[in-house]
């Protein structure tokens, strides 16, 4: 079992940052890949980034690549999302995800089994 429980969400202006974590515990194995999603009200839940818990691989949705930084610190087992240059368009629930697929990076929600219970995220005009 794998439990993750996200935070550091809140209310910042356009072109602000914030950077959300993801504390990760229980049975988690390098190959494992941890990520992102953000769902905005009315709308699908979607991608926004993804990295193997080994570090190295790492994929970004084509909207926030440039602007966000996924990241992992090893002392305390947390992924890190690192969002700079925020626009109203990233306001959303974000979600940290993890699924134990081995290969590749998948960006499709229905792949990944565990999820935290989500921060929100509001960005101002």
């Known amino acids: 079992q794998v439990q993750l429980v996200d935070s550091g969400g809140g209310l910042v202006q356009a072109g602000g940052s914030l950077r959300l974590s993801c504390a990760a515990s229980?049975?988690?194995?390098?190959?494992?890949?941890l990520g992102w999603f953000r769902q905005a009200p009315g709308k699908e839940r979607e991608f926004v980034a993804a990295m193997r818990w080994s570090g190295g691989d790492t994929s970004y949705a084509d909207s926030v690549k440039g602007r966000f930084t996924i990241s992992r610190d090893n002392a305390d087992n947390t992924m890190h999302l690192h969002m700079s240059s925020l626009r109203p368009e990233d306001t959303a629930v974000y979600y940290c995800?993890?699924?134990?697929?081995?290969?590749?990076?998948?960006?499709?929600?229905?792949?990944?089994?565990?999820w935290g219970q989500g921060t929100q995220v509001t960005v101002s005009s």
């Open positions: 229980g049975r988690i194995f390098n190959h494992y890949q």
């Open positions: 995800a993890a699924n134990s697929q081995s290969t590749g990076i998948t960006r499709l929600s229905v792949r990944y089994r565990y």
